[in-house]
């Protein structure tokens, strides 16, 4: 295979770990139930990594799936999807810890 490398794993962001012919299995069962796959974005965000973003139609329902992918030798060695869900979101104002900001003044002194 061109795309993936022979060792090549993918960490789902449920935590589970999926070799390459689990992946193969996978994509085919989506691709048979009639699947549709639209590129959202192919980012290149370093030396050997891309961040991959693809839209998924099954019959109405449509969501979203995003991997950021190590490439070794023009092969994908890991991928590792992102959780792009507001509990994962730090950031996200649904969260109810609470975030303090710390102040810090500088000045200069000259002599």
């Not at 959202?40 to 329902?61: A, M, P, Y």
Request: glycine share 6%.
């Amino acid at each position: 295979d061109n795309l993936y490398h022979k060792d090549f794993t993918f960490l789902s962001k449920d935590g589970k770990t999926l070799t390459r012919e689990e992946v193969y299995k996978r994509e085919a069962s989506k691709l048979a139930n009639g699947t549709k796959v639209t590129l959202i974005h192919f980012r290149k965000i370093g030396l050997d990594c891309i961040d991959i973003k693809l839209g998924l139609v099954t019959g109405g329902e449509e969501h979203a799936v995003r991997a950021v992918t190590t490439i070794t030798a023009k092969q994908a060695v890991t991928s590792k999807e992102i959780d792009e869900s507001p509990e994962a979101n730090f950031w996200s104002p649904e969260l109810t810890t609470t975030l303090m900001v710390i102040g810090a003044d500088c000045k200069s002194l000259v002599y």
